[in-house]
């Protein structure tokens, strides 16, 4: 039985693959994962339909697989049987007939296998057609495992040093910038630079502009802790901050239309529905998803919604349908301390709102007192094209008024 790449998603023809689950001869279970492909916006586990052995993968990890193409063999069947250790052996001692000088075979059989390096399938056999002793070859990874990037890397002075020369040259992969100093090189992911790309093509395409505000957090922070012990003991969830912007950009938005929009081609398309993406860290970089339908759901409700997606996000589980169809984002790098910053568009998304961290600045409460108050600055990245300042000043003004007077959300969102 053959495992194809699966249909991805409606723009997206191709993946990387990111990892094999699975590793030649290894049984595998009806529905059991083999593979996992990484594509544009989430990571998707390919499973096989039948039960069997997988004999044969035929692309190696960080290889891009275009729908429909095939990847991978499994023989049908029920416990077939792993390949004998002695196969494994067999296999072995050619490898290194072929890549080492010729060695006494006085070794036994056992030890061979535990002294050979830890490698994927691919990196075996790119390294078997280039005649590369794995044992010289360095990896980055944490657990020491070779990977087909590790040995196309050091295949790459051999042939940069074709000439003679006195003594073997280190491999590199580029020239140093500052010969000498030590530097790494990491290949970026298909996330990454698909991440890089959108917000170059975004600065390169839209007018943005950032307008600023400040917002006393007096009100949110003491209503929150009012309300906090009663609030988990019936929604099981905490009260956090992030339900209060989401509530209060809903009620802006709908005072400001242009803000929930997108442009398409001479056109501009106002969103009468309020999906609010939610951008969170992740490992493989921001992601951002989106909580659907916030001008329906009550505070409880969005803070669940945005717990259960940052996991999601955190486990790498998030599926294309948690990442698409925003119409609006909110960022809040606060919780990594940034005091201020100019939040990029999320395309084709026209506005964006930046929130930062709580600190306790002097505010001047009349002509003749000041207090310290715990104050946030807050950013509105926009699309000039179609959003005027006017607006954009508007809108986060009226944020900034119902987060100092929170109970008026009631009556807004």
């Known amino acids: 039985m053959e495992i194809k790449v699966p249909e991805l998603a409606e723009s997206i023809t191709e993946g990387t693959v990111a990892s094999w689950l699975k590793q030649p001869g290894d049984h595998v279970e009806k529905g059991e994962a083999i593979v996992e492909l990484e594509t544009d916006k989430v990571n998707i586990e390919v499973p096989s339909d039948e039960a069997g052995t997988l004999t044969e993968v035929m692309a190696a990890e960080g290889d891009t697989v275009r729908v429909g193409e095939t990847i991978a063999v499994i023989s049908a069947g029920g416990e077939t049987p792993k390949p004998a250790a002695t196969e494994t052996v ?39 057609e280039k005649g590369i002793d794995l044992a010289q070859v360095a990896t980055q990874d944490p657990l020491g495992r070779i990977r087909v990037q590790d040995v196309a890397t050091f295949e790459v002075a051999p042939r940069e040093q074709a000439k003679p020369a006195a003594k073997p040259a280190a491999p590199t992969s580029a020239p140093a910038a500052t010969p000498g100093k030590p530097e790494e090189r990491i290949k970026m992911s298909r996330r990454r630079k698909t991440i890089a790309n959108r917000l170059v093509e975004v600065q390169q395409t839209a007018a943005m502009l950032t307008t600023f505000n400040e917002i006393d957090m007096s009100a949110v922070m003491a209503l929150r802790k009012r309300r906090q012990e009663k609030f ?32 398409q081609g001479d056109e501009i398309v106002l969103k009468k529905f309020y999906d609010i993406g939610i951008a969170v860290s992740a490992p493989d970089g921001l992601v951002v998803p989106v909580v659907r339908d916030a001008d329906k759901k009550n505070f409880a409700e969005i803070e669940k919604d945005i717990i259960q997606l940052a996991v999601k996000a955190r486990d790498n589980k998030l599926g294309l349908s948690d990442l698409t169809g925003g119409t609006f984002t909110i960022t809040n790098g606060g919780t990594f301390g940034s005091l201020m910053s100019t939040p990029i568009l999320n395309g084709p998304q026209v506005a964006i709102l930046g929130m930062h961290a709580i600190n306790l600045r002097p505010v001047a409460i009349d002509a003749e007192r000041m207090e310290n108050r715990p104050m946030m600055y807050v950013a509105l990245s926009y699309d000039h094209r179609i959003v005027d300042g006017k607006e954009a000043v508007t809108f986060l003004k009226h944020i900034k008024d119902l987060l100092e007077d929170p109970e008026s959300l009631i009556f807004e969102a």
Do not use: C, H, W
Request: proline residues 6%; aromatic residues 6%; without cysteine.
């Open 90 to 128: 067999q296999e072995t001692s050619k490898v290194e007939e072929k890549v080492e000088q010729p060695v006494a075979v006085a070794a036994t059989e056992s030890t061979s296998v535990a002294d050979r390096p830890i490698a994927s399938p691919a990196a075996r056999k790119l390294a078997r």
């Open 232 to 263: 988990v003991k019936e929604n099981e969830v905490k009260l956090g901050f992030m339900s209060f912007f989401t509530k209060a950009a809903v009620a802006a938005l709908k005072k400001m239309p242009y803000l929930n929009a997108e442009i």
